[in-house]
């Protein structure tokens, strides 16, 4: 999805302008108690908050380093099925985005870091319901959950499709939820 949306960036130009957020699914789910707050305790081996904070301390770098480092971080979970908890793993992505890995090492020590994970998961609790990834926030302020099986191959069809999605989450609030059995 990250990959796709991206590209629509580039094959529809002017049509999107994304501003990703951390949403841990670790949190949503946890069974510690509503108190626990994931990204307060980085020492906690979770599968994702620590991707996410290191999304954080990759976008201190500016917003290509980012984008370099979260397309990675996605393809390396989602392609290869690699652990992106792993803080080896999370260097060795930084270091392939170009990052300036000592200053990227000591973002990821402040809390300041951390809590920028909680910060986006708060607000998109409390302020669009999110319950999963990935979650599309739109201009309407109206959030549409998006889970596709695969992309389409041809780009028409992956532009065509991003219009569908685009025109039922952002103009149709009355559509509460579409699934296949």
Same mark, same amino acid.
């Given at each position: 999805?990250?990959?796709?949306?991206?590209?629509?960036?580039?094959?529809? @130009? &002017?049509?999107?302008?994304?501003?990703?957020k951390a949403f841990s699914l670790?949190?949503?789910?946890?069974?510690?108690?509503?108190?626990?707050?994931?990204?307060?305790?980085?020492? /906690? !081996?979770?599968?994702?908050?620590?991707?996410?904070?290191?999304?954080?301390?990759?976008?201190?770098?500016?917003? =290509?380093? #980012? *984008?370099? #480092? !979260?397309? @990675?971080?996605? +393809?390396?979970?989602?392609?290869?099925?690699?652990?992106?908890?792993?803080?080896?793993?999370?260097? +060795?992505?930084?270091?392939?985005?170009? *990052?300036?890995?000592?200053?990227?090492? !000591?973002? *990821?020590?402040?809390?300041?870091?951390?809590?920028?994970? &909680?910060?986006? !998961?708060? %607000?998109?609790?409390?302020? /669009?319901?999110?319950?999963?990834?990935?979650?599309?926030?739109? +201009? =309407?302020?109206? @959030?549409?959950?998006?889970?596709?099986? =695969?992309?389409?191959?041809?780009?028409?069809?992956?532009? =065509?499709?991003?219009?569908?999605? /685009? %025109?039922? &989450?952002?103009?149709?609030? /009355?559509?509460? %939820?579409?699934?296949?059995?």
């Open positions: 999805m990250a990959t796709w949306l991206e590209s629509i960036k580039t094959e529809v @130009a &002017g049509s999107l302008s994304i501003q990703w670790e949190q949503q789910n946890s069974k510690d108690g509503p108190d626990f707050m994931i990204w307060e305790h980085p020492e /906690y !081996h979770g599968k994702g908050v620590p991707a996410l904070a290191a999304a954080k301390a990759a976008k201190n770098q500016g917003d =290509s380093f #980012f *984008l370099k #480092f !979260h397309l @990675a971080v996605f +393809e390396a979970r989602h392609d290869k099925g690699k652990d992106i908890a792993d803080r080896k793993l999370l260097q +060795e992505i930084a270091q392939g985005a170009g *990052l300036d890995l000592a200053r990227f090492e !000591h973002d *990821l020590t402040q809390a300041e870091t951390w809590r920028a994970v &909680g910060k986006d !998961h708060l %607000e998109s609790r409390q302020k /669009y319901e999110v319950f999963g990834v990935p979650t599309l926030i739109f +201009e =309407s302020g109206l @959030a549409l959950f998006v889970k596709l099986g =695969s992309l389409p191959e041809s780009r028409e069809e992956r532009i =065509s499709l991003f219009e569908l999605i /685009y %025109e039922t &989450g952002n103009k149709r609030s /009355y559509i509460v %939820e579409l699934k296949r059995p």
